[in-house]
């Protein structure tokens, strides 16, 4: 039961959180679409010798491909992307801007694309550009005075020639690790930083993106920690943001630099016993953690009512239904339109923050020693014939092998110290706004997805991310041996019980889409967590066990019918209700029974033995006799262990060394079970 960690905006939508039909009204729209024979002047056009026409050529494919996919399709079949990488090394600086700005587009409405720029080196043009970009940026910042009308004319465009290249940037470094290895090569963190240095000077939009990129840049990128190291003036630069800015303008600013810091904190230097680890970083945690949770401060449920307000009051821009190929020149943003913007943005800030939060939940734990691997991969080709040779017999040494392996990363954990952590205290503060994040409002979930998509899916991540900070957070309580949490807040803890199914009923009825069962899943994985730390105290009603094995049968997820059987577990092992259990028993008996028909799969399989290791491992439980027993399950487990060893058997470990560690241990536990069951039957 895996802890959700930080994703640093990924995967997301597409890297500039606005989609082709973002601006659109509904009934207002007529797309243009292109016939083959109309895309070929307009490719031939961007090899024109007239730099007026190649300069308009991109500006058409720019217009084109956020008019349809069709046109985006079939304009990159047609190969466009080469020819506008090709006009980044243009002579004349309005064809360079244009193709940078188109180029953009592209990778936004389609990150796959990044694949082609880096395959037709992008990077290259793109290393040239960012010294041009940096001088013009650095003649603004002075103040110099004017050379002449060009001068005047790079300087005015120069902020979105900028936040276009880091976009672009940006986009790269998310499609794939290969690439950030030879973005780190263009000496980007300098580039980068400069903007969060001036970011009084700079738009805030560029200064954002700017953030952003570095954000992704440094998420586990020891290459970058070496430009930090190198310059501590860029930790003392982001520490002075977090002082600096108080403006709402520059709250995602702020949050952004509290990110980079938590990313590069192997090189963050904040308290004299700079030794001591663990003293570094809860002097960080006490840096961002007032940032982050001030930022929560966001009423989502009224921000979506006013949403809806400016949608249908028409206050927003329309796409022109002009069936014109030549781009029209922008219009100008209206309230709404400004408004809807500021949502999507606070949303991205809502986002960033909760991940942030979830992620300081995860800073205590140790390593789960999959990385290590490689080292053990030797003795553990002894363990591949294991599943031929286990048998009741000699199942004891192989348990006490595992059993030894397992002492050595075992870690106590101390409650005095949990409970002196001022990161527990936080989290106490936040967890009623957590719920309200968690909560879908009234366009969360709309009946046309067209309806202000930017706001809607941002809505949903956070609703997601909210789901996941709560869930980290209840899971570092299930840590502590005492539990002392549950205990202590058990009406709020059974509250938030209660609210999540019913929250995930009402979602459940929503059109259905991944968005909605995303947020499903987080849901039950906070089931999970809240049953495991409530136990005896679970606020079972009726319908929730019905509603869990139907949400199984419902699901074709992997990930969401494990959740689902982990969260069953804390319910079926409670005294007092013998039917209940009998229900989860003969459920986890049908999922085990579907091994070999190939419909339950190992991940599944291997939550739900675990689940019938726990609930049955004691016959003085009051249904053991009744269920296990006269339920004969004993019986259907001996018969599930040839299937279970041939599901084991398929599972490569170079390839799945976790899973088949899991796979092997259950294999192992089922062979002791069965025997154990059978002895503690007869005595």
Known sequence: MGKQVRRTFKPRPNPLGQTREETTVPGNIEQVVLAPDQVLPVIQKLTSPDATERGWA??????????????????LSKGVVGSLINLLGDDTREVVEEALGTLRNLCALEPDVCQEYFAKDILTPLSLILPQISQVIDLVLRDAPLVDNSDQDRRSSIWDVAENFIYIIWSLSEASDKYIKAINRLNIVTFLISFLSAADQCPTHVVVAAGQCLTTLTDDNKDIYIEFQSHPEYIQMLLNILTKFESPDKLLVRVLACAILMNVREVVQLSGSWDDERDALGELNKTVMPILIASLDYDIQNASEQVKQVIESGNVTKHDESTEITPKPKQPLTKGDVYIQSVEERLTTLQLSLELLADICLQDDTEDGWEDAGEDMEQDQDAEDMTDNLNEDNVEAYLREAETLGDNT?????????????????????FPQLLLLAAPTSISFPADASFAPGVTQGLVLTHQRALECLNNFLLAMNEVPSKFWFKEHIQDAKKTWTWLFQNAILIGTAPASEERDSIIEAIVSCLWSLGRGLG?????????????????????????????VGCLGPIAVRQGDINTNKDIGIFIMEVLGNIGSHKTQPDVAVEALNLVFDVYSDCAFDYDAPVYVQGKFNNQLKQILPAFKSMVKTIDRRKNFDLRNRCDEALMNLVAFIKYKASEKRS
């Open 58 to 75: 991109a500006a058409c494919v720019s217009n084109l491909i956020m008019g349809s996919d069709a046109n985006l399709k079939l304009l």
């Open 410 to 430: 075992s870690t106590a954990v101390d409650e005095a110290v949990v409970r002196s952590n001022p990161v527990l205290n936080n989290f106490l503060k936040i």
């Open 536 to 564: 005896e105290n679970i606020p079972l009603e009726p319908n929730h066990v019905p509603a869990l094995c139907g949400a199984y049968r419902a699901s074709t997820s992997e990930s969401m019918q494990v959740k689902i």
